[in-house]
């Protein structure tokens, strides 16, 4: 509309945009769902933020110096670098390993079998891999019998017997190799399926004009199910940021294999103190939030919706 006549238009002429009010029956449905939010998540994220900022017991306001020892504490600082190792490599792998064998995978022959046995570690829980890979890590003596598989395996070619769980320079991928071991099979079947929806003309398409694998990989594949590897990148990264199973089980967050959940569950429950433990669980939390939110996102403009 040109603004000349819309401005000549009187006020009270012009169609008025009209608020949507929902019903009494929509409130009466939707009002248990509210009430559950605030009194599960609302309230207790408010609290949780209140005690962030009191000291120890809970008996004095002392501002920002919770989170001030996060970020200065040396020890909080190792936590902190910990969770980015997990972040960045444990994204990597897991979706990296899940893109590539989906594609290596993808119409053969094999291929059920293939997703079958990679998404079978899907069906145990954490705390049971954790036993399971703990049994495969463990260590003794190099005068003794190792019983560890992967030790066992290290005496068989004439290597030395290595502490996985305790040299702190390879104990903390150890931990991330659980991790990958339990959901790249997650990610392969979600690209597998995401593969399955490229129309076969475009891949001919790009075979005549004399694409090889590699270009049919980077500029076909990854752009067509780009929103795909959005979603699972994001939630791979919330999952890895609420990690707790595998570091509590495994190692109890010692030698130097600390996380920011592990860290949390320690300073509430082993050392009482209510202050900073609140304090990593708001950091925890807003760090989730954002990358939820992408997620969400995603996985709606991947369904054709508005987000």
Do not use: H
Request: hydrophobic content about 55%.
């Amino acid at each position: 509309m040109d603004l000349s006549i819309e401005k000549a238009v009187p006020l009270a002429l012009r169609p008025r945009r009209r608020r949507l009010r929902l019903p009494l029956e929509a409130w009466a449905w939707i009002a248990p769902a509210i009430l559950l939010l605030l009194l599960f998540f609302i309230y207790p994220f408010i609290n949780t933020v209140q005690l962030s900022f009191e000291n120890a017991d809970s008996t004095r306001f002392v501002g920002l110096k919770n989170y001030q020892a996060i970020f200065t504490d040396p020890e909080m600082l190792s936590v902190l670098k910990n969770n980015l190792l997990w972040l960045v490599f444990g994204t990597l792998l897991t979706v990296g390993l899940g893109l590539v064998i989906a594609v290596l995978v993808d119409r053969v022959k094999v291929e059920g079998l293939v997703k079958s046995a990679l998404f079978i570690p899907m069906a145990i829980s954490m705390v049971s891999a954790s036993i399971i890979w703990r049994l495969v890590y463990l260590y003794r003596p190099p005068d003794q019998a190792q019983i560890g598989l992967l030790n066992a395996i290290l005496v068989l070619f004439k290597l030395p017997p290595q502490p996985w769980l305790v040299n702190t320079s390879v104990n903390t991928f150890a931990l991330i190799a659980v991790y990958v071991w339990m959901w790249t099979g997650f990610c392969v079947v979600v690209f597998s399926a995401a593969l399955k929806g490229i129309p076969d003309e475009i891949m001919e398409a790009a075979r005549i004009d004399g694409a090889n694998r590699w270009v049919l990989f980077w500029r076909v594949i990854v752009p067509m199910i780009s929103p795909t590897i959005g979603v699972v990148t994001t939630t791979m990264i919330i999952n890895i940021l609420k990690t707790f199973d595998i570091v509590y089980v495994m190692t109890g967050g010692n030698y130097n294999t600390d996380v920011v959940a592990v860290e949390f569950y320690r300073q509430l429950f082993t050392f009482g103190d209510y202050g900073l433990a609140s304090a990593l669980a708001v950091l925890l939390t807003l760090a989730i939030i954002p990358v939820m939110y992408l997620n969400i996102r995603r996985i709606r403009l991947e369904e054709g919706g508005q987000a």
